[in-house]
């Protein structure tokens, strides 16, 4: 397994520059998040000629691509909407496909609330299936991430939403931090999800008695990340581990991206050790 750093926590910083930077702290891997809030990160603010230096510039740095992740979800609420969003993701697979990634991965949230799963199911899941067609159409692959208060929030409902689908084209995109938030724990929802799962993120968290949380650095909260570490390479995990910021850190005026991901680094370095598990 290798470690990557996604940059939409570095919303101020070009790729470019946010790719030099992980480089240098010793990561092996960048998503690239595509958003209108994030520095010339969009597919139409990328001609050819600064994908061909991008895909330059990774390639020396030695940075692989596990995914280009796009802010936003895919559950829609008309047609024109589920249309644009399809037709944005399939840009952004070209996007990855431009930058070097061998087998690109487009990742988003499903969306909806939690309260709302009994209603907004059944569209999920005619929705992911229209994405599953358009990714085998242009040869990619979509990640649909569980979120903490979305309509898909825990374990039992992206297996059955996903297993609903049944399309090897749209896998989960599993973020450990959601299903804890949901009360499971890290090796139990490891081994639930991971066989449907197609990338990953890792941040932290610390919840409170009174049902509230705090999103924080990977090392700065209560998540076992050496217990999911462990879990993963059991499972036979064999590409990247994601590290997410949430933009309720990166939104704070004191934020510093740059320490954020040496902070994220160091704590994720040291939860292979203590697992017991190598890179690469």
């Given at each position: 397994?290798?470690?990557?750093y996604g940059t939409y926590a570095t919303p101020d910083m070009p790729?470019?520059?946010?790719?030099?930077?992980?480089?240098?702290?010793?990561?092996?891997?960048?998503?690239?998040?595509?958003?209108?809030?994030?520095?010339?990160?969009?597919?139409?603010?990328?001609?050819?000629?600064?994908?061909?230096?991008?895909?330059?510039?990774?390639?020396?740095?030695?940075?692989?691509?596990?995914?280009?992740?796009?802010?936003?979800?895919?559950?829609?609420?008309?047609?024109?909407?589920?249309?644009?969003?399809?037709?944005?993701?399939?840009?952004?697979?070209?996007?990855?496909?431009?930058?070097?990634?061998?087998?690109?991965?487009?990742?988003?949230?499903?969306?909806?609330?939690?309260?709302?799963?009994?209603?907004?199911?059944?569209?999920?899941?005619?929705?992911?299936?229209?994405?599953?067609?358009?990714?085998?159409?242009?040869?990619?692959?979509?990640?649909?991430?569980?979120?903490?208060?979305?309509?898909?929030?825990?374990?039992?409902?992206?297996?059955?939403?996903?297993?609903s689908v049944g399309s090897p084209a749209v896998r989960l995109h599993?973020?450990?931090?959601?299903?804890?938030?949901?009360?499971?724990?890290?090796?139990?929802?490891?081994?639930?999800?991971?066989?449907?799962?197609?990338?990953?993120?890792?941040?932290?968290?610390?919840?409170?008695?009174?049902?509230?949380?705090?999103?924080?650095?990977?090392?700065?909260?209560?998540?076992?990340?050496?217990?999911?570490?462990?879990?993963?390479?059991?499972?036979?995990?064999?590409?990247?581990?994601?590290?997410?910021?949430?933009?309720?850190?990166?939104?704070?005026?004191?934020?510093?991206?740059?320490?954020?991901?040496?902070?994220?680094?160091?704590?994720?370095?040291?939860?292979?050790?203590?697992?017991?598990?190598?890179?690469?």
């Open positions: 397994m290798r470690i990557a790729l470019e520059e946010a790719a030099t930077l992980l480089a240098e702290i010793g990561y092996d891997g960048v998503e690239v998040c595509v958003s209108p809030r994030h520095a010339a990160s969009m597919p139409e603010e990328m001609d050819a000629a600064r994908r061909l230096r991008l895909r330059g510039l990774l390639q020396r740095l030695g940075l692989g691509i596990p995914a280009v992740f796009t802010a936003g979800h895919l559950l829609a609420e008309d047609e024109d909407g589920h249309r644009r969003t399809q037709e944005h993701v399939r840009r952004c697979a070209g996007l990855a496909r431009d930058l070097g990634a061998e087998s690109p991965v487009v990742a988003l949230g499903i969306g909806g609330r939690s309260d709302q799963w009994e209603d907004v199911k059944g569209r999920i899941v005619d929705q992911l299936g229209d994405y599953g067609r358009l990714a085998r159409e242009e040869g990619f692959l979509v990640a649909a991430e569980a979120h903490c208060g979305a309509a898909v929030d825990r374990s039992e409902r992206a297996l059955w939403a996903l297993g599993f973020d450990i931090v959601h299903f804890y938030l949901a009360g499971e724990d890290e090796t139990g929802a490891v081994e639930r999800l991971l066989p449907i799962t197609g990338h990953t993120h890792v941040t932290d968290a610390r919840r409170h008695a009174d049902g509230g949380f705090d999103l924080l650095l990977l090392g700065q909260g209560d998540l076992d990340a050496a217990a999911y570490v462990k879990a993963m390479a059991a499972g036979g995990w064999e590409s990247f581990l994601t590290l997410e910021v949430s933009g309720r850190i990166w939104g704070r005026d004191d934020y510093d991206a740059a320490t954020a991901a040496r902070i994220s680094y160091d704590s994720m370095t040291r939860a292979f050790a203590e697992a017991g598990v190598e890179r690469g």
